[in-house]
């Protein structure tokens, strides 16, 4: 009901309703912002069998860039939304190297809510806090999830080592690390770590988001000033060693 009436606010307000991407407009959209992704991790991953780690992999656009210049690369892929999910797996699907898994990522094995957004396919998020920051100018649908830990999925499939992870979990970032740290602690070399992070003033519990960046410090990573994020912020967690050249 809420939603219902901050829509004809809006409307009563003479903001227009935002229309839904096609799947390719939404592809072309976020072309350049994926080409910087991949620029990112290009360094970290060898010439021959990389291991790839994609949290909130969407319709799998970032591994699909990767592949186009590792080839081999083995990569696991996570994306929670039934429906974006087959999308990502039919991208896939002649490739026996890629696996994707419908789950998302976390702290604990659980069941939660995902709200999907109507007119942004890469903004689903499972953080309440966050999707009530844009709920006036979005349309969200809601469903239930499953998600798992990392570090018990890797044990499970007998993964050993990753040399980059790209995670973009809208909000829920942070309790992907954290389920991370008994693998990426086990890694030798450290894999290169991409993770969308938000400020203090906008992130709903801070002080464990700040806790997880610690911890990768303490394992050995540079250290970041998170002083200086912007609003919404993709770190680059950078291990000491297995670092590229510069």
Same mark, same amino acid.
């Given at each position: 009901?809420?939603?219902?009436?901050?829509?004809?606010?809006?409307?009563?307000?003479?903001?227009?309703?935002?229309?839904? *991407?096609?799947?390719?407009?939404?592809?072309?959209?976020?072309?350049?912002?994926?080409?910087?992704?991949?620029?990112?991790? &290009?360094?970290? &991953?060898?010439?021959?069998? *990389?291991?790839?780690? /994609?949290? #909130?992999?969407?319709?799998?656009?970032?591994?699909?860039?990767?592949?186009?210049?590792?080839?081999?690369?083995?990569?696991?892929?996570?994306?929670?939304?039934?429906?974006?999910?087959?999308?990502?797996?039919?991208?896939?699907?002649?490739?026996?190297?890629?696996?994707?898994?419908?789950?998302?990522?976390?702290?604990?094995?659980?069941?939660?809510? @995902?709200?999907?957004?109507?007119?942004?396919?890469?903004?689903?998020?499972?953080?309440?806090?966050?999707?009530?920051?844009?709920?006036?100018?979005?349309?969200?649908?809601?469903?239930?999830?499953?998600?798992?830990?990392?570090?018990?999925?890797?044990?499970?499939?007998?993964?050993?080592?990753?040399?980059?992870?790209?995670? !973009?979990?809208?909000?829920? /970032?942070?309790?992907?690390?954290?389920?991370?740290?008994?693998?990426?602690?086990?890694?030798?070399?450290? *894999? +290169?770590?991409?993770?969308?992070? &938000?400020?203090? #003033?906008?992130?709903?519990?801070?002080?464990?988001?700040?806790?997880?960046?610690?911890?990768?410090?303490?394992?050995?990573?540079?250290?970041?000033?998170?002083?200086?994020?912007?609003?919404? !912020? !993709? @770190?680059?967690?950078?291990?000491?060693? +297995?670092?590229?050249?510069?």
């Amino acid at each position: 009901m809420l939603r219902q009436v901050k829509t004809l606010l809006q409307r009563l307000r003479g903001r227009p309703m935002h229309k839904a *991407p096609s799947h390719a407009e939404w592809e072309r959209k976020h072309q350049q912002k994926v080409a910087e992704d991949v620029a990112q991790a &290009l360094p970290y &991953l060898p010439e021959e069998k *990389p291991v790839l780690i /994609d949290v #909130g992999a969407n319709y799998g656009l970032f591994t699909a860039a990767i592949l186009r210049s590792r080839p081999d690369a083995r990569a696991f892929l996570f994306e929670p939304v039934p429906e974006v999910f087959e999308k990502c797996r039919e991208r896939f699907k002649d490739n026996p190297n890629v696996t994707v898994e419908n789950f998302g990522l976390g702290d604990v094995q659980e069941r939660v809510t @995902i709200w999907k957004s109507q007119q942004n396919p890469g903004g689903n998020s499972m953080v309440r806090k966050l999707v009530d920051v844009v709920d006036a100018y979005t349309d969200f649908e809601t469903e239930e999830v499953e998600v798992r830990v990392f570090s018990d999925y890797a044990r499970e499939k007998g993964l050993e080592q990753a040399h980059f992870v790209k995670i !973009d979990a809208e909000g829920y /970032d942070y309790k992907v690390l954290w389920g991370m740290l008994p693998f990426l602690t086990a890694c030798n070399p450290r *894999p +290169g770590v991409l993770a969308e992070l &938000l400020e203090k #003033g906008l992130h709903h519990d801070w002080e464990r988001q700040e806790g997880a960046c610690r911890a990768l410090f303490d394992l050995g990573y540079e250290e970041v000033d998170l002083k200086c994020m912007a609003r919404i !912020d !993709d @770190i680059l967690f950078v291990p000491t060693s +297995g670092a590229p050249a510069s």
